[in-house]
């Protein structure tokens, strides 16, 4: 059987010990072309361009009518 703490482990020093696992905030830059939001180092979901160059084909988007 393996050791057991002798008393309680304090949630104060479990959050300290934690405090390097929270989320951090997605890295956006603007797109050269249309200048929308998109994700570093990948194509541009809304007009397909990377680096200068057409890569994915962006279908238009549907209109209600």
């Given at each position: 059987m393996a050791p057991l703490p002798k008393r309680k482990y304090p949630?104060?020093?479990q959050g300290k010990r934690r405090s390097h696992l929270a989320l951090k905030p997605t890295g956006l830059s603007r797109c050269p072309q249309c200048?929308?939001?998109?994700l570093s180092h990948t194509a541009c979901p809304t007009c397909g361009f990377y680096k200068g160059t057409l890569v994915v084909e962006v279908k238009a988007a549907k209109v209600a009518e």
């Amino acid at each position: 059987m393996a050791p057991l703490p002798k008393r309680k482990y304090p949630k104060a020093r479990q959050g300290k010990r934690r405090s390097h696992l929270a989320l951090k905030p997605t890295g956006l830059s603007r797109c050269p072309q249309c200048r929308n939001a998109r994700l570093s180092h990948t194509a541009c979901p809304t007009c397909g361009f990377y680096k200068g160059t057409l890569v994915v084909e962006v279908k238009a988007a549907k209109v209600a009518e």
